[in-house]
């Protein structure tokens, strides 16, 4: 069974940069995409970006310029970095497995991250 | 970027309705659309897939239609498992695009 977890800190200071860890277990990160998506307290699912296992990325155009994705197959884990947060960047931030025949079919539980002086 | 509309936001139903819920993309996306359900302090779950197949172990009431441009999620007669709230996305190409979200309440 794919397992999914992030990690990571849970309070960023504004102006710094958000790092977040996906480490997938129970399957190879082959030949899938891995998303990530955020969702503020209260409001809808925001996609924003995935990458494939030969680094090939696509972003949200909305945070394009402040979010990069990487991945090291060799130890299954997938990195979120999201410069010059503010608050509006305070959100649930989730990995997902993804394919583009049926989309996100596994998800991690989520981490939750505040952006706060 | 093609743009997912989804309506209601919110739906109020009891138990043993029939729901329906819209979503709408900017742009025709063939059949490229993907329904998921989250409950509270959830992640997301898979409901459907390629606007119609279901996923599996997902109850047979949970059914899927469309093309193009409009689609829809039905669920024949609402159980109380099934309130939570309900997403569409656009997925396989470009940004993977989600709907707003439509809430189904008792």
């Known amino acids: 069974q794919v397992q999914l977890q992030e990690s990571g800190p849970g309070l960023v200071k504004p102006s710094e940069t958000l790092s977040l860890t996906c480490t997938v277990s129970?399957?190879?990160?082959?030949?899938?995409?891995w998303n990530w998506i955020r969702q503020p307290a209260g409001k809808g699912l925001e996609w924003i970006g995935r990458?494939?296992?030969?680094?090939?990325?696509k972003y949200n155009p909305s945070l394009e310029g402040r979010v990069t994705m990487s991945v090291e197959t060799s130890k299954n884990q997938i990195f979120l970095n999201l410069k010059s947060v503010t608050a509006a960047d305070t959100a649930v931030y989730y990995c997902?497995?993804?394919?583009?025949?049926?989309?996100?079919?596994?998800w991690g539980q989520g981490t939750r991250v505040s952006v706060s002086s | 970027d093609i743009q997912m509309t989804q309506s209601p936001s919110t739906l109020s139903a009891s138990v043993g309705d029939r729901v329906i819920i819209t979503c709408r993309a900017s742009?025709?996306?063939?059949?490229?659309l993907a329904w998921y359900q989250q409950k509270p302090g959830k992640a997301p779950k898979l409901l459907i897939h390629?606007?119609?197949s279901l996923e599996g172990g997902i109850p047979s009431r949970f059914s899927g239609s469309g093309s193009g441009t409009e689609f829809t999620l039905t669920i024949s007669s609402l159980q109380p498992d099934d309130f939570a709230t309900y997403y569409c996305?656009?997925?396989?190409?470009?940004?993977?695009?989600f709907g707003q979200g439509t809430k189904v309440e008792i």
């Open positions: 390629k606007a119609s």
């Open positions: 742009q025709s996306i063939s059949t490229w």
């Open positions: 990458i494939y296992e030969n680094g090939n990325t």
């Open positions: 129970g399957g190879y990160i082959g030949s899938f995409y």
């Open positions: 997902a497995r993804g394919s583009v025949l049926v989309g996100l079919d596994y």
């Open positions: 996305q656009r997925y396989n190409s470009d940004s993977w695009t």
